[in-house]
């Protein structure tokens, strides 16, 4: 279940299952 925020990946999402931001640090 990945909504949100995943911590997991640094990746950001706004919408479910769309990634609209990703951080590469």
Do not use: A, W
């Amino acid at each position: 279940m990945r909504s949100g925020i995943s911590t997991d990946h640094n990746v950001i999402e706004l919408i479910p299952g769309s990634i609209k931001f990703v951080r590469s640090q």
